[in-house]
């Protein structure tokens, strides 16, 4: 007679058994499963083990240039390669990225660092990781005469992002303390989405446009020119334009809790943009995601978004206090809300 060490063999309790493991790993443990992985141990009984990969919930606009990044990290595996498993979930509007970060149905979203720091002081616990320094600028139109924002005096500026936008406002700084010329008082002023102000620039209801980035550079590839970027305007300052202004937003006590998942998000984002700074055909990979009308178009997002990622390292905190001074003095609570000065700890230190 067979045995086994447990006692006698009986082919009905062999049977029952083999039934049991079955609507275990059918049944029974089916919600335990999905998140695991199952090994068999003594007797072949299931033994369930945790997933060791988390899972980062992204917030994004549908149509956010970020998009382009987080696409290259899936496609690539750079998330895997990092540690952790990328999940992107769209939005309509920034405003719901937003909503969603701290309502926890989120763990990041992406917003610049002069919101975060509004953010801090009101109390929320957000923190900033740098993402890109993409800035814009003012166009006009290709048969312009305009060779300084001077010749703008008594015409009309079309502005995306409002009276606030930060762009605007190192505009107005610079053209007041370096040449002592009022742009807001001796222009006038069409605000809008910047869909809006595109489509006024390119027939010319506009002197000149200050719009996002990525608008811009399709503005730029219909022929419109530069008159002066955010960043020349900048530097004429004294303010660092390397300075990261976008970046992914995280809550500290999310980090507390995943200490290990901010320095992966930011492994994860310079691995695709090395990528994407030195390989042309990636970018055939997220082309379609682009909205890209024309090859004009699609080379010039293509180089001003290269152009805009910012050198690795941490944010230096003393510069990036002296450009929040001059926007808190500019903007004032309509833009920072009730931070007087740079609040601490804002700035993740990914080195």
Do not use: C
């Amino acid at each position: 007679m067979k045995r086994t060490v447990f006692g006698h063999w009986n082919p009905v309790s062999r049977m029952r058994g083999r039934r049991l493991v079955s609507k275990l790993l059918l049944g029974g443990l089916g919600s335990l499963v999905v998140g695991g992985l199952v090994t068999l141990g003594v007797e072949g009984v299931p033994q369930v083990r945790a997933a060791e990969t988390p899972v980062l919930r992204a917030a994004v606009l549908k149509i956010g240039t970020v998009n382009w990044e987080l696409s290259t990290i899936q496609r690539r595996g750079f998330d895997r390669e990092n540690g952790f498993s990328l999940e992107v979930k769209p939005y309509a509007d920034n405003g719901a990225t937003r909503v969603a970060l701290e309502g926890g149905e989120a763990d990041v979203a992406v917003a610049d660092w002069i919101w975060v720091a509004r953010q801090r002081a009101a109390g929320k616990d957000y923190v900033f990781l740098p993402y890109s320094r993409a800035v814009g600028g003012l166009v006009v139109p290709k048969e312009s005469t305009a060779k300084s924002l001077e010749d703008l005096k008594g015409q009309k500026i079309g502005i995306a992002g409002g009276p606030v936008d930060k762009s605007w406002l190192i505009l107005q700084a610079y053209a007041r303390e370096k040449h002592g010329f009022d742009l807001a008082g001796e222009t006038e002023q069409v605000f809008g989405a910047p869909p809006l102000i595109f489509k006024t620039a390119l027939q010319g209801e506009t002197a000149g446009a200050i719009n996002f980035w990525h608008f811009l550079a399709k503005m730029k590839a219909a022929g419109m020119r530069e008159l002066i970027s955010v960043e020349t305007a900048s530097s004429a300052l004294g303010l660092n334009p390397d300075i990261p202004l976008l970046g992914y937003v995280m809550k500290e006590s999310y980090l507390n809790d995943n200490p290990k998942m901010a320095k992966a998000l930011y492994g994860a984002s310079r691995a695709a943009k090395a990528l994407l700074a030195s390989d042309d055909a990636v970018w055939d990979e997220i082309r379609p995601m682009m909205n890209a009308k024309s090859d004009a178009q699609f080379d010039t997002l293509k180089t001003d978004f290269r152009a805009g990622m910012p050198a690795p390292g941490n944010v230096d905190e003393d510069e990036a206090a002296t450009f929040f001074a001059l926007m808190a003095r500019l903007g004032g609570a309509k833009l920072v809300g009730d931070a007087k000065e740079l609040p601490a700890g804002l700035f993740v230190k990914v080195e």
